[in-house]
């Protein structure tokens, strides 16, 4: 992976008729195939298979059309920026006036980042007021309002909400089609089994002890690895490690109240379920409405939860320090 980086390809695999599968990638191409990288993926994607006959049902993804959104972006430097941003909104609730105001279905004002007390240049001092704006009304969104308002682009594109339904099997017509033109079709599933709608969510069955010696306070991804993203509105976050000693560790730091906290003002309130990988020595969360109603609906800059686990592995905790005389990551 060193130097390289600039021309990654997926990973495909070969699965043969007795179930065995090699996982490879082009030749000549950058990326890497590991336990780790592929651990990644399955955090991610699978949450868990047993090999198990399907549900009787299939989802269905339906798309609705939401409104219009607009953003705009001040750039605030070094002092004062609370202070600063408290009066950009002021004078541009202001200069719309209430009856306006008041047609927005969301008004956002919210601080990106955070300047560098000491910085040596003025970019390194300057972070990002985004204000993202959503309506019914295009009007709101035209040139001759948004754009006086605040003096910057007022693009007015649509968004759109998701919802997923489920259908019986039977209602739905499955099709591959080849690059030859040729359609084959294929019946639903003979055998099927109805399974809970709510995942079991547990916390660990262990509790947290002293057994592995002196901590140090840094980084959780110093020793932890990890995958997040979307599922629709949810967000999904894996977390995983790479030695047994690690895993203990890992899933009985890493409670509901323990990802929680990290998640600091971000947590909303909303149900969050966890559950355990210990073939992958992995801890699962999904949290449930994380990404506030999507892609395309959500207001925060964050919108595919691709970065959650960045967010999550930056926190400062307690890390074994037996842990981290093996190398960091």
């Not at 308002?149 to 209602?171: A, F, H």
């Not at 017509?173 to 690059?179: I, S």
């Amino acid at each position: 992976m060193a130097g390289k980086g600039r021309r990654f390809e997926y990973h495909f695999t070969h699965i043969s008729h007795t179930g065995e599968f090699k996982i490879s990638k082009k030749p000549g191409k950058d990326g890497e195939v590991s336990v780790e990288t592929l651990t990644s993926q399955l955090v991610y994607e699978i949450q868990g298979i047993r090999g198990l006959p399907p549900p009787p049902n299939t989802k269905v993804g339906i798309t609705a059309f939401g409104g219009y959104r607009a953003e705009y972006h001040v750039y605030l430097t070094s002092l004062y920026i609370e202070e600063k941003a408290a009066m950009v909104k002021a004078q541009a609730i202001a200069a719309m006036r209430p009856e306006m105001y008041r047609k927005f279905m969301l008004l956002k004002f919210h601080i990106a980042g955070s300047p560098n007390p000491d910085a040596r240049t003025q970019d390194a001092a300057t972070v990002d007021l985004r204000i993202f704006a959503q309506t019914d009304d295009p009007e709101l969104l035209g040139p001759e309002k948004f754009l006086l308002w605040y003096s910057r682009q007022g693009t007015g594109r649509p968004y759109y909400e998701y919802w997923v339904s489920l259908l019986g099997q039977s209602v739905v017509d499955e099709r591959v089609h080849l690059h030859n033109g040729e359609i084959i079709s294929f019946p639903s599933a003979d055998v099927t089994k109805t399974y809970p709608t709510q995942q079991k969510s547990y916390d660990p069955d262990m509790a947290q002890s002293d057994q592995w010696g002196p901590t140090v306070r840094t980084p959780l991804g110093s020793i932890v690895l990890g995958r997040s993203g979307d599922k629709s509105s949810d967000a999904n976050l894996g977390l995983f490690v790479r030695h047994d000693d690690e895993w203990d560790w890992l899933r009985s730091t890493f409670t509901l109240a323990k990802l929680k906290e990290l998640l600091a003002d971000d947590y909303a309130g909303k149900p969050i379920n966890r559950f355990e990988l210990p073939n992958l020595r992995a801890v699962h969360f999904l949290l449930h409405d994380h990404l506030d109603r999507g892609y395309n609906a959500r207001a925060g800059l964050d919108c595919l939860g691709k970065k959650l686990v960045e967010y999550i592995r930056a926190k400062i905790i307690d890390v074994p320090e037996r842990f981290l005389k093996r190398g960091r990551i």
